[in-house]
T-cell receptor
Framework: NAGVTQTPKFRILKIGQSMTLQCTQD?????MYWYRQDPGMGLKLIYYSVGAGITDKGEVPNGYNVSRSTTEDFPLRLELAAPSQTSVYFC????????????FGPGTRLTVL | QKEVEQNSGPLSVPEGAIASLNCTYS??????FFWYRQYSGKSPELIMS????GDKEDGRFTAQLNKASQYVSLLIRDSQPSDSATYLCAVNSGGTSYGKLTFGQGTILTVHP
């Protein structure tokens, strides 16, 4: 089991560029999440999904889009990158919500210049 | 807006001492509570979860929950240098927020030999 994998590990974008952060899990989890973590801060939820074809906004969704066409994959799309999107992005998954542990990927460190 | 606040750090304790980490939350209907450990440059990993009032022990870790006071804490006994990390408190409010975690800002713990 690879768990939750994310690509790329690092990326530098110019203002206005777009990119997709990839996230894949092989644990057959229903729930998947995208968080961002700014320096010295906790994690803030961007988007989440409770199953293929179902997504919903979290606390900080502006400037991002997601899709979930399969159970395994949950890509995060950044359109028109801005310096405020410089952050570390973590993808996570859990079997269900509520009491289930969320397993985190290794993160993507994104810098927008 | 749901809020989770952790005691400001950083917290420094000598090896072998008890480290006490505290967290308060604003949403009275919160149902599930988690403590994650995050080493520098790594992703969060779950160390404790608690759902009912009282204490829950797992090895050197004890989580304490008081729903009336909206307070959750983590005690680390016999602290080791390997416990040096950022500890994140996370709260799941349930209901329409099912599966969505709200994280505190984290407390940096340093255990010195």
């Amino acid at each position: 089991n690879a768990g939750v994998t994310q690509t790329p590990k690092f990326r530098i974008l110019k203002i206005g560029q777009s990119m997709t952060l990839q996230c894949t899990q092989d644990m057959n989890h229903n729930y998947m999440y995208w968080y961002r973590q700014d320096p010295g801060m906790g994690l803030k939820l961007i988007y989440y999904s409770v199953g293929a074809g179902i997504t919903d906004k979290g606390e900080v969704p502006n400037g991002y889009n997601v899709s979930r066409s399969t159970t395994e994959d949950f890509p995060l799309r950044l359109e028109l990158a801005a310096p405020s999107q410089t952050s570390v992005y973590f993808c996570a998954s859990s079997y269900s919500g509520g009491r289930d542990e969320q397993f985190f990927g290794p993160g993507t460190r994104l810098t927008v210049l | 807006q749901k809020e989770v606040e952790q005691n400001s750090g950083p917290l420094s304790v000598p090896e072998g001492a008890i480290a006490s980490l505290n967290c308060t939350y604003s949403d009275r209907v919160s149902q599930s509570f988690f403590w994650y450990r995050q080493y520098s440059g790594k992703s969060p990993e779950l160390i404790m979860s608690i759902y009912s009032n009282g204490d829950k022990e797992d090895g050197r870790f004890t989580a304490q929950l008081n729903k009336a006071s909206q307070y959750v804490s983590l005690l680390i006994r016999d602290s080791q240098p390997s416990d040096s990390a950022t500890y994140l408190c996370a709260v799941n409010s349930g209901g329409t927020s099912y599966g969505k975690l709200t994280f505190g800002q984290g407390t940096i713990l340093t255990v010195h030999p």
